[in-house]
Structure formats: structure tokens, C-alpha cells
């Protein structure tokens, strides 16, 4: 077997990109040619996050940050879903919302922050929101555009043989658009996760953001390491989960 | 059941950029005949199924199906795409079963009449696989067997096998005439395959291109016993060269106008 068809594995090339990472980080720290309290070692960035999990802290700012994801979200999901076949399949809707959807879509929805403090205060409430709003525009377009790309003869076929409005939606247009809208739930869920950190930076009594802000204002780099490790894994792990459920629900488009 | 198409007309786009597409078509087709429409590219054919398949509307004429105008696509009128029009997400029993499914027939209809039609079109073994692991003659036959499936009272069918390579296109169309006598289907074909059209139908409308319209209809009473050896025999040529050559003189294709006044000149006689 050649070298190339050996490391053609699908885990293999990935693990060893990370694996690189984490040696450079090593040997930089070790020569100590960088001031360990702006780069600390890959150990002690361990043992922060040891100390971190074992007093719960950690633990209890992943979920909050989880739990906002998922609230604003599955609010993003559930909106975006009819939003977007609405918008894909009615011509009228499209031209009514496009315009308007295409303007928000550019306003930088950190920037609704502020706002939204003034608006809901400093609690849940606006970061669930910020969310959402910042997620939506991005899984309603999406969405609308698989639902223009379903073939015709799908559809006319399913008209000829008795389909009737909902019908189509339901049976045709739905399934057809399935694997392409886990994959831009997928792919904004970047975004929604990117959000809430932004949202805990600014305000926020717990969550992986506001721990990273807590530490930069004690020079804890090692915790800032923590917080931003955390949140490259959990991504990571949604990633994934949202991927199992395609291969496992979306069989045929694979 | 009768079918009438009278004098249909269709235009697509508006004001300066409106083209006439379709001028003047008429049509009938009763229970249990087999009716062919031949022309070449771009002549109209699928835009005449569109709109006997309620898929698009008349600029103006009327289409009746029992005397009830025709105003949008139902289950009366079955359609077979030329493109593979398969779900991709479905078996193909579950492919087959669609149309019963949107219409509320019962659960054991459904499976019956699944079993059945896909036994039909042969493909009884292959009622589990998808799709892309069937190849393009057999999805054309689960889409067939879709369309009557449905229980319509005319099936269209476009080009059916317009995207097969011809060793299964003869055999598909030993089928599908096969299928027609045995179950008292009623059917239009629309084809660009003269040869396609003689072989199944009773009646063959030719079409003329720029804009789209009926020039000529002959009934082709052949014994089709066995539809190979009809491919050869000598009444079948000649009707096949008498209606080629009325085609290739609609030919309007500048290139072909070139060609042929260039073999005119050199004398020639062949093919031209
Ligand atoms: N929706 C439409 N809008 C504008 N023009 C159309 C539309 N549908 C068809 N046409 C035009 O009508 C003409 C006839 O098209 P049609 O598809 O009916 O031809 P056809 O005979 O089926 O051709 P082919 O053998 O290539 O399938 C073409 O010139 C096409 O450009
Ligand atoms: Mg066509």
C-alpha cells in the first residue's frame, strides 16, 4: 500500500494537524521564548481547566452558554423553517420579504446588542433573542433558495397524480430540501454559538464567555485558553451530532 | 373517456417579447387509443402535454376531458416525464404507491396495487431499491408504473425514453405497446423518433415548428404482431421515409436550408 492511500484515512491527517498544533504550542512555551503569562504551557492550561471542571465552574458555564444556543436556536429553527418554504414556493412572499430579510441580513447582529439591553435588560431574554435574530436571515434564505432548486418534474408529477397544496409541501418539497436544510442548520449553528459568547462578553453573570472576560481582566491566560478550547469542542461536537443525524435521516442523499 | 384539444394556442411572454409557441392545435383522443405526436426539437410537444396536463394554460382554445374543461393539473391525466422524475428519498414501491398515497386509498389498495403494477413493469424484485441503484430503463418503468398506478384515464408520456441508449429503447417500446394491449390503457405519446411513434400508435400527428402546429395525421393500421420484424418491413419503411421527408421539409434550420440547396445544385438526389 503506498503512503498516500495509507494516510487516506478519515480521521488519520486530522488528528495529526492537532497533534502538530499542540507540539508547537509545547516546545514554544518550553523554550520559555514567549512570557509564560501571555502563552502558558499546554499543561497548565490543563490544570486550569481541571481546577475549573472540579469546582463545577466549568461544567456550569458550558451549560449556560448550551442552553442559550439551543433556546435562540430552536427558535431560529422552528421560525425559519415555514419562513423559508413560504419564501421558496409563493412568489409573492419572496418578492415581499426578500428585500427586507437580504437589508437585516447585513446589519451585524452584535450590533442589535446594545439595543436589546435597553429593550429586555440584562437577563436571558436578549441573549436567546440576539440568537436568534442573528441566525434566522441566514437559515431562512437557505432554506428558500433548496426549496427554488427542487426539480419541476417532482413537483408536477405529484400534481398529476392528485397532489394538492400542502400536500406538495409536505411530501415533495419537504423531504427533497431535508438534507440541505440540516446542512444550514448546521452550518449557522457557527454562528449562533459565536453570538452567545459575543453576548456573555458584554453582559452575563456565567457562560464561557463571561468566564474568558473574567480571566482577562485577572491576566488568567491559562483560563482564557480553558474558555476557548471548551468552545471549539462543543462546536465541534454539535458539528458532529448534526452530521449523524443527516447520514442517519437523509440516507439517500449521501 | 374522450379527450379534446380545440384550437389551442399559446404564446409565452408579454407584449413586445411574446412568442407564439403554439397555433391553432387540435386534438381527440378516445378510450383506448394509442395517439402519437411527432416533431423535432423545440416544435411544441411538451408545451401541448403541459397544457393537456392542466400544467399550464391556454392563451386561447379550450381542452376538455369528458366534456369538463380543463383548467389545472388532476389525476385523470397521468404524466411520464423524459427526465428521470423518480424521488430520490423513496423505494421504488414506495415510489410506485405516491400517487395512491395523495389520494387516500386505503393501506391495503396501496400495497396491493403496488405489488401488482411493479409485477407489471418487471421490476418486482426491485421494489426495496432506490433510485440511483436502478438504471434508466428501469426507472422509466417504475415511473410508468407510477403513473397508471394512479389511475388515470389517459397517461402522457413525454419522451419516455428520450434519454436511453437504443438497444433499451427498443425493448422499452416492445414494453410499453406490450402494456397498452394487454391493458386497455389509453395513451399520447410525444416523440421526436418517427419510427417510435409508427411502431405504437394508431394515429401519428406530425408538428411543424415556428410556431407549433398539427400539419399532417396518418392512421397506421399495422399488424403489429412482432413489433422487430415490423421495424423492417417494407410498408413500415415507406411510411417512414414518406413522413421523414415531410419533416425534414419543415426543417426550417438555416443550416439544413443551406445544405440541401448546395446538394440541389451539385446535382445530388440522395438524401437531401
Ligand atoms: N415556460 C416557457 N417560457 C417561454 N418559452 C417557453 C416555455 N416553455 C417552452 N417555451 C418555448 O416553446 C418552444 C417549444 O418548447 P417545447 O418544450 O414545447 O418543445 P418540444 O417540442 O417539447 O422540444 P423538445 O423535443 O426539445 O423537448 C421552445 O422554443 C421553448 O423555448
Ligand atoms: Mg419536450
Not at chain 2, 411538451?46 to 382554445?61: D, F, Y
Amino acid at each position: 500500500m503506498s503512503l498516500r492511500r495509507r494516510l487516506d484515512q478519515p480521521w488519520l491527517l486530522g488528528l495529526v494537524g492537532v497533534l502538530t498544533l499542540l507540539l508547537l504550542w509545547q516546545v514554544v512555551a518550553s523554550l520559555r521564548v514567549v512570557d509564560p503569562l501571555f502563552l502558558p504551557s499546554p499543561a497548565e492550561v490543563l490544570g486550569a481547566g481541571a481546577e475549573q471542571y472540579q469546582e463545577g465552574v466549568l461544567v456550569n458555564d458550558a451549560l449556560a452558554s448550551i442552553g442559550r444556543v439551543l433556546g435562540g436556536y430552536a427558535l431560529s429553527i422552528v421560525v425559519s423553517l415555514p419562513l423559508g418554504i413560504a419564501m421558496g414556493s409563493n412568489r409573492l412572499v419572496c418578492q415581499l420579504l426578500e428585500p427586507l430579510l437580504g437589508l437585516i441580513r447585513y446589519m451585524p447582529a452584535p450590533a442589535f446588542i446594545p439595543l436589546l439591553i435597553i429593550y429586555f435588560g440584562l437577563g436571558e431574554l436578549p441573549k436567546v433573542l440576539l440568537i436568534f435574530i442573528g441566525t434566522l436571515f441566514f437559515n431562512t434564505l437557505m432554506i428558500m433558495d433548496a426549496v427554488k432548486f427542487v426539480p419541476s418534474e417532482l413537483l408536477e408529477s405529484a400534481l398529476t397524480m392528485g397532489g394538492r397544496g400542502l400536500q406538495i409541501t409536505t411530501r415533495v418539497v419537504a423531504p427533497f430540501i431535508a438534507p440541505q436544510v440540516l446542512d444550514a442548520y448546521r452550518i449557522n449553528m457557527a454562528a449562533a454559538w459565536n453570538l452567545v459568547i459575543v453576548a456573555e462578553l458584554v453582559a452575563a453573570n456565567e457562560g464561557l464567555g463571561k468566564r474568558i472576560s473574567l480571566a482577562q481582566r485577572f491576566l488568567r491566560t491559562d483560563e482564557i485558553f480553558v474558555g476557548l478550547i471548551a468552545i471549539g469542542l462543543i462546536g465541534l461536537l454539535i458539528d458532529l451530532g448534526f452530521r449523524l443525524v443527516m447520514r442517519r435521516s437523509c440516507r439517500w442523499a449521501i | 373517456m374522450h379527450l379534446s384539444v380545440k384550437g389551442v394556442s399559446k404564446s409565452f411572454g408579454k407584449g413586445r417579447d411574446s412568442k407564439l409557441v403554439l397555433d391553432d392545435i387540435n386534438l381527440e383522443i378516445n378510450s383506448g387509443e394509442f395517439v402519437a405526436l411527432v416533431g423535432s426539437s423545440g416544435s411544441g410537444k411538451s408545451t401541448v402535454m403541459r397544457l393537456i396536463a392542466g400544467l399550464e394554460q391556454p392563451s386561447s382554445g379550450t381542452i376538455h376531458m369528458d366534456d369538463r374543461l380543463v383548467r389545472g393539473p388532476g389525476p385523470d391525466r397521468g404524466m411520464v416525464f423524459q427526465k428521470y422524475s423518480l424521488y430520490p428519498w423513496l423505494s421504488a414501491a414506495d415510489n410506485v404507491a405516491f400517487g395512491m398515497r395523495l389520494q387516500g386509498r386505503n393501506k391495503r389498495d396501496v400495497k396491493e396495487r403496488t405489488a401488482y403494477f411493479l409485477e407489471v413493469v418487471g421490476l418486482q424484485d426491485s421494489a426495496s431499491r432506490f433510485p440511483r441503484q436502478l438504471s434508466g430503463g428501469m426507472q422509466q418503468r417504475v415511473a410508468i408504473a407510477r403513473a397508471l398506478a394512479a389511475d388515470p384515464k389517459v397517461v402522457l408520456l413525454d419522451e419516455p425514453f428520450g434519454a436511453l441508449d437504443l438497444q433499451i429503447r427498443e425493448s422499452m417500446q416492445e414494453f410499453l405497446y406490450q402494456l397498452w394491449e394487454r391493458s386497455g390503457l389509453t395513451a399520447l405519446l410525444i416523440t421526436h423518433d418517427l419510427e417510435e411513434a409508427l411502431l405504437m400508435a394508431q394515429r401519428v400527428h406530425i408538428m411543424a415548428p415556428r410556431p407549433g402546429r398539427v400539419v399532417r395525421t396518418v392512421a397506421a393500421n399495422l399488424d403489429r404482431g412482432n413489433l422487430s420484424a415490423l421495424r423492417m418491413e417494407r410498408s413500415f419503411l415507406e411510411l417512414r421515409e414518406d413522413l421523414a421527408g415531410c419533416l425534414r421539409g419543415l426543417d426550417q434550420d438555416p443550416a439544413a436550408l443551406a445544405a440541401r440547396s448546395l446538394a440541389s445544385t451539385t446535382g445530388s438526389s440522395s438524401s437531401g
